[in-house]
Every structure is written in structure tokens, then in C-alpha cells.
């Protein structure tokens, strides 16, 4: 007797990773405006300490502690659409009463402050849900060849997400006014799920049938054949999520990876809030040259993506090298770029800082998108039925490094400063710290066993030793 164990589900072509990237387009318009929109609103219209937002925003990232549980629920259910559209539904809800809250602090300070925490908790639990489903369900559905060229498309989509939404958005908050701020946002949120409904419309399918979703019809035909081996086929319970956390962390390659995911994305993130500070005071940089050189370093992102996706896709039967050589190659040429920072500092005006900017956006967008596409890939080793417990942990791991990645930039920049006292030897050190951590990062992703291929896939997870059961390369 032959099981499906894709439940007949067909892989996703390029019109369904599109239509995915819509979704996280949807995600990242939502999450600029309230990481980025309602951050400026309260620090220069309302007067806060900076402080205040800061805190927010990290709330948001530590309750995304709660992917791994969230992709726990969607691996027992079996369907990722849910979570999806319920993630994006609490998104958007805690976009608009943040939103609301931040409006009501300009009469009412302590409500509104309140009110926030609960807006940006939404935030951050909207994400994690639908974050780590979508993921899922494109590793799982995606063959793997094309992997890393659909994480591209739809990380670029949502990066276009941001731009577009901050540019609309942008126009329409001019002239400000606090119900102004609400009526934006909610246009935004309301728009982010009604696009969200519809690019997941009959997306996913029914559920897929597993072998342990079948036992219950063959023990029920068994039991006809033979009532007394009744105990022999009764189904077994499915684990609680500490007991998947623990399956999955006891296998080598998903804690490496978990461990790979917060060094990376820790060095990743240090330099966002000292860059600007970094190109001002030691090249002199007006606010609005720094705030072009960022633009150019998210434009080298962009460059970095399309690279590593392009290669990552077979083209004309060739590959061009591996998603770990990328993975691995983009972290040490990250390594290289803050080299370069740190000489940029120490030599002054006279060093091409901007071409240096720009190659260290290169190098991250190339490594970050690898890093996904391996991500994908993993997912579907070691035990079934763990993909979402895997990328929560992974998510999570990002998160935490995101969280820390720009305090721990600034802290250190600060205790440099002290240390040192000149602007360009503190900053030196804390790139030299940055570019330490890369190579690391990539020497913990050279032990990690990222199958090349389907055959490697199946191979490892002992799909090859199931003469009865038909494993379609989309899994």
C-alpha cells in the first residue's frame, strides 16, 4: 500500500512565491510604519527620549521569542494559511492601536504610553506568526532548486513593501496631525490584510496527508483483519512543543544553525545605529549625505540579493556555487568590508568610504539571502513534522540579535569612546569587534550539512529506505 506523503499537494511555481511575496510585502508595510513612522512622531513631534520607542521596538522583538510555539501550532495543525492570515490580522491590529496610542499620548501621556505596550506586543506576536508560517510553507513547497531564488523574490518584495509604504505613506501624513497619523495607519493595515485574504486565496490546499495522518484509516483496515493486534496500531499522541523544542535542538545541524542565525545577524545589526554617527564624525558627513549613504547601503543589499538568488537557481543547467559557499563567503567578505571601515577610520576623508559602504551591502544582502535559502532547506531535515518548531527557533534567534545587535553597537561604541577618547579609534574597534563576529559566523556555517540537492535531502532523512511511500521533490 502506497502512502502520499504530500497529501497530493503540487510544488509552488513562481506565481505562488510571488503571490507569498505579496504577503510579506503586506507584513513589511506595517511593521515600517510602526518601527520607523510612529518612532519619528513620538521622538520630534510628542518630544520623548528616544528611549521611549527604542523600548518599544525591543518589546516587539522579544515577543517574537514566541515563533518556535507559534510554528509548533501550525506543524500540529498541518496548515500554514491560518496562522498566516491570523498573524497578519494581529499585525495590522496592533498597527492601528499603536498608532491610536501614540496619537493619544500628545493629550494623555501615560494611557497612551500604556496603550502602546499593548499595541506593540500585538506587533510583535502578529509577526511571529505570520513571519514563521510563511517561511515554512515555502520551504515546504518550493522545490529546492528555486529556493533561493523565491527567498529573493519575496525579501525583495519586501523591501519594496517598505519603500512603498514609506514614500505614500509619507505624502499623505503631510500636514501632520494626530488623526491624520490613525486614519494613515489604519488605511495602511486595512489594505495590508484585504491583500493578504486575497494572495492566499486557495493558495495552500487542504492539509497534506502524512504517514501518521494515515495510520488511523490502515489500523481501522487492519483491525478488520486481525481485531486482537488492536494496540498495534493505535496512533500515536503528538508531542507537546517542549518535548518538538526538544527533538529539534538535540539535532546537530539545527542548533548550529540557530547558533550561525544570531552570530550573523547580531554583527548584521551592531552597525545600523553607528554607521551614520561613524560617516559625521570622522568624514564629515552632513544628515543628509549619511541618510543618502544609507540608501546606498540598503541599495548594495538589494545587489547582494539578486546575486546569491540568481546563483542559487540553476541557469542554463549551471549553479553557481552553493547556498553554504555563499552563506560562507558572504560573511567573510562582510568581514573584509568592516576591515575596511576600520582602516577607513584610522585613515581619514581620503579613504573611499562610500564604495566600502556600498560592498558591505553587497556582502550582507548576499550572505542574508544564502542564509534563508539554507534555512528553507534545513527546515525539512531531521524529524517530520518539525519544519515550524525549526524556523521559529531560527526567527527567534534573529530576533534576539536584532533586539541586542543596535544596543550592543551603541553601548560599545560609548565604553570605545571612553576607552580611546578619539571618535575614530573607538569606532575602529567596535568595526574590528563587527568583523570578528562575521568570521566567526562563518566558520560555525562551514560544519553545517546543507543538502545540495533533493537526493541529498531525501538521503539524510531516510525518505530513500521507504520503498512504499512516493516523496515528491517539492518536500
Known sequence: MKVDLNGGLQPFGWLAVVRLGLVQACLGAVVVMTTSTLNRVMVIELALPALVPGLLVALHYVLQLARPRMGHGSDVGGRRTPWILGGQIVL????????????????????????????????????????????????????????????????VMMIAGFAVTAGVAGRLLDPYSPTRLVAVMAVVCGVAVVVTVLALWRLEGRAPVSAADSAPDLALMALRAAPADADAFATPPKPSFREALAQVWQEADARRFTVFVFLSMLAYSAQDLILEPFAGAVFGFTPGQSTSLAGLQHAGVLVGMLMAGLAGNRVAGRS??????????????????????????????????????FALGVANGAFSIAAIGSMMRLAAQGGKGREGVRMGLWGAAQAIAFGFGGLLGTAASDAAHALFGSPASAYAAVFAAEGLLFVVAAIVALRIDVPRSPAAAASRTGAAHLPTARVPAAR
Not at 492601536?97 to 506576536?125: D, K, S
Not at 553557481?320 to 577607513?344: D, E, R
Open 92 to 155: 495590522a491590529t496592533g498597527g492601528v492601536v499603536a498608532a491610536v496610542a501614540t496619537a493619544w499620548m500628545g493629550t494623555a501621556r501615560g494611557p497612551g504610553l500604556a496603550l502602546a505596550v499593548l499595541g506593540f506586543a500585538l506587533i510583535g506576536l502578529g509577526v511571529s506568526a505570520c513571519g514563521t508560517s510563511l517561511l515554512v510553507l515555502l520551504a515546504k513547497r518550493v522545490p529546492p532548486q528555486r529556493r533561493a531564488a523565491s527567498a529573493t523574490i519575496v525579501w
Open 320 to 357: 553557481f556555487g552553493s547556498l553554504k559557499v555563499w552563506t560562507v563567503g558572504g560573511c567573510l567578505a562582510s568581514a573584509v568590508a568592516m576591515a575596511s571601515l576600520v582602516a577607513g577610520g584610522l585613515v581619514g576623508p581620503p579613504y573611499p568610504f562610500t564604495a566600502t559602504v
